[in-house]
């Protein structure tokens, strides 16, 4: 959690300003960012993806690159996600390797067998063997 202080006036209330405002009571940290109140100030604990001093700031997380292989890096608010489409990985940040045989390219009930450049399909007596 990032913590940012920003201070005030003293602001205080009562028939003679005997009592402290209280400064988190108008809500003022932003997407979700917890409050702490001092004495004529009060400080924003943000949540992990904003910053600023009310925590305002959404934080780009793609700019560090977060997606491997060639992946899309979307940012949201708060987050990324990573779209791994067409990469021939998976993972949060597209780091698993697909083997080929996951997708059960082979027709006919054949077995797959990965290998370095790709699969070849173990096909049953009677059925062409094809190497892809």
């Known amino acids: 959690l990032l913590d940012y202080t920003r201070d005030k006036k003293k602001e205080r209330a009562g028939a003679n300003c005997e009592l ?3 400064e988190c009571r108008s809500r003022p940290c932003q997407n ?3 409050c702490r109140d001092a004495p004529a100030a009060f400080s924003c604990s943000c949540p992990p993806g ?13 700019a560090s690159g977060p997606c491997l ?6 940012d949201r608010p708060g987050g990324y996600s990573c779209n791994c489409t ?3 990985f998976m993972g949060l940040h597209c780091e698993i390797f697909i083997p080929p045989c996951w997708s059960q390219p082979c027709y006919n009930n054949a077995t ?3 290998s370095a450049d790709g699969y070849t399909c173990h096909c049953w007596p ?3 063997q094809v190497l892809l």
Do not use: M
């Open 20 to 22: 402290e405002v209280d």
């Open 32 to 34: 979700g960012a917890t």
């Open 50 to 62: 904003f910053r600023g001093a009310l925590c305002q700031t959404d934080v780009d997380e793609c």
């Open 69 to 74: 292989h060639g992946a899309h890096c979307a």
């Open 86 to 88: 067409g990469t021939g």
């Open 112 to 114: 797959c067998e990965d």
């Open 126 to 128: 009677g059925k062409p």
